[in-house]
């Protein structure tokens, strides 16, 4: 099996790598620093990477303390998914299982809230790109 160091060298090390510097900055560049996890492996990878960052902050903000009780199916719990690849339509769903991913909400307003704070553009990086 292949340990996830032995992944991150083969990526990463002597490689061009994608990241964001202490100043806020996205830059790349060759290095052999393969054990930093905020390395990616193209402009499209690090923008994603982001944009999840944003949605996870976002959840944090809307949801406060609240956390998902997954052994308490009675417990509403709500996620953004895809309703139309096609058409690349974002919705609400209820979730009675851990299926979501990432993040969930704890209330359904929230998670619309969530869809608009992000807007299309995030969202289609994030579940469709």
Known sequence: MTTFEEIMKSLFYNQIVWF???????????????ADRNNCTSQ????KWLCINDMINVSKFYNQDWTPDWNNRKEPKFAIAVINIEEQLFGVIELTENISGFTVFKTYKDAQKAMT?????????IFLK
């Open 117 to 125: 704070t992000l807007g299309k553009e995030k969202l289609t990086l």
């Open 20 to 34: 964001v510097d202490m100043f806020g900055k996205i830059k790349s560049n060759r290095t052999t620093l393969y």
């Open 44 to 47: 499209a990878h690090i923008d």
